[in-house]
Nanobody, 123 residues
Framework: RLVESGGGSVQVGGSLRLSCTASGDTYTGQSMAWFRQAPGKKREDREGVAAVGSDGTVAYADSVKGRFIVSRDIDKNTLDLQMNSLKPEDTATYYC????????????????WGLGTQVTVSS
């Protein structure tokens, strides 16, 4: 099971920190990722935001590079997303996902999703 927290409303330029806590048989040392679904978009349109491979390699979508930082704490079984310099286009529901394979290459690799946490950025 994956549970996200930390969403909320913030003004342009602000920051938020999302956290994903894994429980049960889910282990954040595997490949994990953050996805987001913008308002009015379908589930299949979820965009990959940031990912951590099973070897610790991190990757970011071009749209968030330099602004977002993904990190995990294997001891606490958590995956965090620090979001800085937020823009209105970052408004979305953010989902944590566990993936098959060594890297979460796309949403199709995700086999377990959290329920999501809402992030709203207003100008």
């Amino acid at each position: 099971r994956l549970v996200e927290s930390g969403g909320g409303s913030v003004q342009v330029g602000g920051s938020l920190r999302l956290s994903c806590t894994a429980s049960g048989d889910t282990y954040t040392g595997q490949s994990m990722a953050w996805f987001r679904q913008a308002p009015g978009k379908k589930r299949e349109d979820r965009e990959g935001v940031a990912a951590v491979g099973s070897d610790g390699t991190v990757a970011y979508a071009d749209s968030v590079k330099g602004r977002f930082i993904v990190s995990r704490d294997i001891d606490k079984n958590t995956l965090d997303l620090q979001m800085n310099s937020l823009k209105p286009e970052d408004t979305a529901t953010y989902y944590c996902a566990a993936c098959t394979g060594d890297y979460c290459v796309s949403r199709y690799a995700a086999y377990l999703w959290g329920l999501g946490t809402q992030v709203t950025v207003s100008s």
